[in-house]
């Protein structure tokens, strides 16, 4: 069949890439439609959506995944056009082609040159016969152990394992010595099958302390091919990318141009056409390398837009609807700077552990020059553990690096998200780390701060001033007072962030207390509420705060912290770890369980594997001992804090 002009845009995906996909579409005049899960029937993309259709329940696997239901649902509502987006399904080439033999109008580039360039073996020859320089590894159809094994012997440690039908960062694992080699690759295989079904693997050596910078490509049908400069995506943990930028800090005018010609004449290699973002590898000597090409809108496309002054969306319509690209490369001109920050659910101070539940408080608004937000989630919402962890895209440009800095932290600190912890926290310090400051984060640094601790991954405590505000909303009269009528002294235990403490608060006057414990004081008063933003003086200094309520405490947030005030367990937290029993951090499914009723295990044995939204957790014995009791199987869904294996601890000497 042929394709048809279309009025309808069908966007199939959720979260922030569908609201603001559907923010453009509808400037242009079209009508779009929300395709949502079971777990996603009120989510925010649905809310911005002029029709929505349900396609499935929770699991990926069966809603966002699910062709069938995605085309059965374009033709219900009369969508001549699909938008993958990103993730899910927007590098499927089997999905690309399914739309336009349906006759659907396919928001990408042609199922060919995806396969081209998904498969990254494939994608790799195919760059090195193009001439675009590419990592020394190894690429090939034979997948046993032995065999990769055999080549990662010869290419030498350090390597990285990589799916070879995907990127994002799954699939992908660090090795340092031929002795990990074994459960890397496992693990690597297994969750390439999971988020691509495809569970074959690549090898490339390391390159230690390179910068990740990658140029966006745009072609038409029309033969015409520009790129729109680079992108620096250094600042990466676990290989996903945390905070981008352009222009890059470490490229200048003639490497901007030798890096972008290499990267259209990858694009043309393939018959591209459509947005598209070839990713480098760039060395501490300048050297760079082909890493892999993603064939769809990339989540940091927003600092492009920035610098550019282009909807990338936009122009991503207007190609696929048959319209030649209206700029020249001689017409791209890149003005400041703009940087974007990942905001994610999800604790970086415990391995970046995911966490879900309900949102009390995130206004995504904004009225600031220089800043936008790009949200999938909104005050009342929830997010659940079947999705990727990311809620949020805060970005900020300037004229110059340094102001657009300051201006992503001024945001990040003014739009906190209470319910759920979150990594802003983590972002804004490494904004304001000396490292981010200078330009000189690579590849290598986060994991290697997220190790010795230092960095935005230094532990902080919490301080006084929660406890003195918590305090203040708690126990002041006209505060939702705990205590009213004569009693105006009295003693209060707290509990902030796991840390508990007995105050004696004394009531000064209408929304004012004096809060004490031992030798440190602080007086507090209320000044003014507007819902979540509280306004209240401590120790004479005015302060802004946002405090949201729950049945056991408050969740509040000030500066670049957020923190949970409660009235303590009677237990304590020390009685809460219970070396014995293993179990599940976050709400997930058991991809691995090597655990038996019986079995003799060593402190540090690895006894289960947990994922959660697209992220393993590796669930260890904490002590020597035997395995009593095992409560789960593989592939059951669990919920946070589920018991899933109990021990008989050794008997310590």
């Known amino acids: 069949m042929t394709t048809r002009p279309f009025d309808t845009l069908l966007v199939a995906n959720r979260g922030e890439i569908a609201v603001r996909i559907m923010r ?50 374009a033709m219900k509502t009369g969508a001549g056009a699909v938008h993958p987006g990103y993730g899910f399904l927007s590098e499927n080439a089997a999905f690309a082609r399914a739309v336009a033999e349906a006759g659907l109008v396919w928001i990408g580039p042609p199922a060919e040159a995806i396969e081209a360039m998904g498969d990254k073996a494939r994608a790799k020859q195919k760059m090195i016969d193009a001439g675009v320089p590419t990592v020394p590894g190894w690429q090939g159809e034979d997948q046993s152990a032995d065999k990769l094994a055999d080549e990662a012997g010869k290419i030498g ?37 999971s988020a691509f079904g495809d569970d074959a693997v690549l090898l490339e050596k390391l390159v230690e302390r390179g910068r990740h910078v990658e140029i966006q490509v745009f072609a038409d049908g029309h033969g015409n091919a520009i790129h729109l400069g680079e992108r620096d995506c250094s600042a990466q943990r676990r290989r996903q990318k945390v905070i981008e930028e352009a222009p890059s800090p470490a490229v200048d005018a003639a490497l901007r141009a030798k890096m972008g010609a290499d990267a259209v004449a990858a694009a043309k290699a393939v018959g591209y056409v459509g947005a598209g973002t070839v990713e480098f ?19 940091e496309h927003p600092v492009t837009e920035m610098v550019t002054g282009l909807d990338l969306v936009a122009l991503q319509l207007r190609v696929a609807a048959g319209e030649p690209l209206p700029l020249a490369q001689d017409d791209v001109a890149l003005c400041g700077h703009a940087i974007e920050a990942r905001l994610y659910a999800e604790d970086p101070l415990a391995g970046f552990s995911p966490q879900s539940g309900p949102v009390l408080y995130f206004d995504p608004s904004n009225d600031t020059d220089g800043v936008r937000i790009d949200a999938g989630v909104a005050s009342g919402d929830a997010i659940t553990p079947h999705y990727d962890p990311m809620v949020a895209k ?120 004096t809060v004490v414990e031992a030798e440190t004081s602080s007086a507090v008063r209320l000044i003014g509420r507007d819902g979540a933003r509280v306004r209240y003086e401590i120790d004479g200094a005015a302060r802004t705060a946002f405090v949201a309520e729950t049945p056991d405490g408050l969740h509040v947030a000030f500066g670049r912290r957020a923190h949970q005030v409660r009235e303590p367990s009677p237990w304590g937290p020390d009685a809460l770890a ?35 939204m697209k992220m393993e957790m590796r669930l260890a014995a904490e002590a020597d001992g035997v395995i009593a009791a095992v409560h789960v199987a593989k592939g059951a869904q669990v919920a946070s804090g589920s018991v899933l294996i109990e021990l008989e601890l050794a008997e310590q000497d």
């Open 157 to 193: 440690f350090p390597l990285l394992i990589k799916a070879a039908a995907g990127g994002g960062g799954r699939g992908m694992r660090t090795v340092r010595n031929r002795d990990e080699f074994a459960d890397a690759l496992e693990a690597a295989k297994r969750e390439a099958k």
């Open 394 to 513: 805060i970005i900020a440009g300037g004229t110059t690096r340094d102001e657009a800095i300051a201006r992503l932290i001024s945001a990040l600190e003014a739009h906190p998200l209470l319910g759920v912890t979150t990594n802003r926290a983590f972002l804004i310090d490494l904004l304001d780390g000396e490292a981010f400051r200078s330009g000189a984060v690579t590849t290598a640094d986060l994991d290697r701060w997220a190790e010795d601790r230092s960095g935005p991954f230094a532990a902080e405590p919490a301080g006084f001033e929660p406890f003195a505000l918590g305090a203040l909303i708690l126990a002041a009269p006209g505060c939702g007072a705990l205590r009213s009528g004569s009693v105006t002294r009295f003693d209060l235990p707290l509990e902030v962030d796991g840390e508990a403490k007995t105050l004696r608060i004394e009531q000064t006057g209408a929304g004012a207390v």
């Open 24 to 73: 453009t579409a509808k400037a242009m005049g079209l009508r779009t439609v929300a395709v949502h899960s079971d777990a996603d029937a009120g989510a925010m993309h649905v809310r911005a959506a002029d029709q929505t259709v349900r396609i499935g329940p929770a699991p990926a696997a069966e809603s966002y995944l699910d062709i069938d239901a995605i085309l059965a649902a």
């Open 578 to 612: 219970d070396p014995s029993k293993i179990a599940a951090p976050v709400a997930g499914s058991v991809v691995k369980l090597d655990a038996e009723v019986g079995r003799a295990v060593k402190a540090g044995a690895v006894l289960a594997v947990i994922e959660a």
């Open 281 to 299: 590898l760039l060395d501490e000597d300048g050297a760079y390398y082909f890493l892999e090409m993603n064939t769809r809108l990339q989540v």
